[in-house]
T-cell receptor
Framework: DSGVTQTPKHLITATGQRVTLRCSPRSGDLSVYWYQQSLDQGLQFLIQYYNGEERAKGNILERFSAQQFPDLHSELNLSSLELGDSALYFC?????????????FGQGTRLTVV | GENVEQHPSTLSVQEGDSAVIKCTYSDSASNYFPWYKQELGKGPQLIIDIRSNVGEKKDQRIAVTLNKTAKHFSLHITETQPEDSAVYFCAAVKGFQKLVFGTGTRLLVSP
């Protein structure tokens, strides 16, 4: 168990809908990353937050948005869903201190858009 | 930005053999290189990492080597076992920036 919790584990929804994926980082970790993994594909970086502030943005679609709350949990919002958005969505957290930049991943949310 | 290449994409070995996966990175300022193992339906699991001030690190049957001059790093698994079968990802990190992953290597260990 990495200590990173993602909910829900599975999500099936229709095209055009909106969903919210939730991530609780490991205790004490200030940084949260979101990654997308399509079938048999690699890990594509979406966005990173550090202590509530957006730190870096990858190839995240305009239909997608995220935020990190004061309690450090993060949510990834996906709207106007398309079939191609079906993928595994992973959250990772890291202390991101000078001595410790290890990142640990959650078990992911499998999103299926039908 | 950083770009990480990983080879091979698939690797089949017999149980007990060694396996080597290689990665190259483009940004000489990258200073942290983790390796992740991903089993089917699960999240990537950190298995070993190395920082730029170290040339080699071992943890039981796995080891990682880093050549900063050539900008490449490798994962070595000795005495492979069927439970080592998984997809392995390398990554490179610069400072406090995001992990940039390689494309993954599917390792199959046959009994």
């Amino acid at each position: 168990d990495s200590g990173v919790t993602q909910t829900p584990k599975h999500l099936i929804t229709a095209t055009g809908q909106r969903v919210t994926l939730r991530c609780s980082p490991r205790s004490g970790d200030l940084s949260v990353y979101w990654y997308q993994q399509s079938l048999d594909q690699g890990l594509q970086f979406l966005i990173q937050y550090y202590n509530g502030e957006e730190r870096a943005k990858g190839n995240i679609l305009e239909r997608f948005s995220a935020q990190q709350f004061p309690d450090l949990h993060s949510e990834l919002n996906l709207s106007s869903l398309e079939l191609g958005d079906s993928a595994l969505y992973f959250c990772a957290s890291s202390p991101q201190t000078a001595l410790n930049t290890e990142a640990f991943f959650g078990q992911g949310t499998r999103l299926t858009v039908v | 930005g950083e770009n990480v290449e990983q080879h091979p994409s698939t690797l089949s070995v017999q149980e007990g053999d060694s396996a080597v996966i290689k990665c190259t990175y483009s940004d000489s300022a990258s200073n942290y290189f983790p390796w992740y193992k991903q089993e089917l339906g699960k999240g990537p699991q950190l298995i070993i990492d190395i920082r730029s001030n170290v040339g080699e690190k071992k943890d039981q049957r796995i080891a990682v080597t880093l050549n900063k001059t050539a900008k490449h790093f490798s994962l070595h698994i000795t005495e492979t076992q069927p439970e080592d079968s998984a997809v392995y990802f390398c990554a490179a990190v610069k400072g406090f920036q995001k992990l940039v992953f390689g494309t993954g290597t599917r390792l199959l260990v046959s009994p």
